[in-house]
């Protein structure tokens, strides 16, 4: 995220990045702030085409997989569609992964403990 800037705009200023008068409080004319502004939005339509394009792909590719791993899993599946997305430096690009994932099978028995490495206990010794 970035942080809501200060918009007061000081003619007498000049902008840091580009060198016309005109800053704004946090160094950059308006003009800039719009372009970076700009770079941090670039989750588009096409981005999110090619997301469901990309997931519907999977899954149809995985269908027989999918299936199998139902089957041995005995009646309870979790299948995991992930996209990451990640701006380059380039504006307006995202690089993107898109994954599929599923547990063969069910977590059948889950332990749960605290471990304190500062408490070791000695054997014989309270
Ligand atoms: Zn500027």
Known sequence: MVAMPNLDVHMDKECINCHKFGATDCGQCLECLAK???KNMTIGFLTIQKAKAEL?????????EIDKAYVK?????VVDLKVKMKGTRMAGEVEMVVSIGFIESRIKHAVKMTINEKQLSIPGVE
């Open 36 to 38: 970076e502004f700009g």
């Open 56 to 64: 519907c792909a999977m899954i149809d590719e995985y269908h027989h």
């Open 73 to 77: 899993a005995d009646g309870e599946l």
